[in-house]
């Protein structure tokens, strides 16, 4: 099918510990994975995102790792802060298309002081 | 530049009347969509529009939803016949497809408090 599945729906880690999120697709013509972040109360913004035609990216304490051939990619959060604490959105599309983008249903991160 | 705006910010109506809530994309994105997020919960799809392709209406829970968008520019979200279960903040986003950056912007929302 087209979703993408998110899991955990919830995680809660200590400050300065790592948090992973994950998503699994089964769309292999996908190559295009963005993240979004959604603090409470605002919209959702993009923090990275990653083409397929490399394996990870790294933006600071931030970074997504994506495995083709297992259709799986995940989120890493290194050294996490208060700020980090929101829910976070894994998608995919294909950029060359015209297919919708689709999200996951979205990872609520406490990060516990 | 401007980004994503939406009208009403706050809306609150009586069961069984019609709203109509507007979206202005970024000027030249050609991908617009609607979403629909009830309280805690994820981003629910209701439309996509694409440049001049059929629109895709896949997302849209009921015959009381419509959108229309005129060429690539202004879109409209018409809930008829509102119902409780309506309520809740109505996301439009924009993208500029076929670029080497599909970011979606999304607008601020527009709350939706049905009585």
């Known amino acids: 099918g087209e979703n993408v599945e998110q899991h955990p729906s919830t995680l809660s880690v200590q400050e300065g510990d790592s948090a992973v999120i994950k998503c699994t697709y089964s769309d292999s013509a996908s190559n295009y994975f963005p993240w979004y972040k959604q603090e409470l109360g605002k919209r959702p913004q993009l923090i990275i995102d990653?083409?397929?035609?490399?394996g990870e990216k790294k933006d600071q304490r931030i970074a997504v790792t994506l495995n083709k051939t297992a259709k799986h990619f995940s989120l890493h959060i290194t050294e996490t802060q208060p700020e980090d604490s929101a829910v976070y959105f894994c998608a995919r599309s294909h950029m060359n298309r015209d297919d919708k983008i689709i999200f996951g249903k979205g990872t609520r991160l406490h990060i516990l002081p | 530049g401007a980004g994503v705006s939406q009208s009403p910010s706050n809306k609150v109506t009586e069961k069984g009347k019609d709203v109509e809530l507007r979206c202005d994309p970024i000027s030249g994105h050609t991908a617009l969509y609607w979403y629909r997020q009830r309280l805690g919960q994820g981003l629910e799809f209701l439309i996509y529009f694409q440049g001049n392709s059929a629109p895709d209406k896949s997302g849209l829970p009921s015959d009381r939803f419509s959108a229309e968008r005129t060429g690539e520019s202004v879109s409209t979200l018409t809930i008829q016949r509102t119902q409780q279960e309506d309520s809740a903040v109505y996301l439009c986003?924009?993208?500029?497809?076929?670029?080497?950056?599909?970011?979606?912007?999304f607008g601020p929302g527009t709350r939706l408090t049905v009585l």
């Open positions: 990653i083409r397929s035609n490399v």
């Open positions: 986003a924009s993208s500029f497809r076929g670029g080497p950056n599909s970011e979606q912007f």
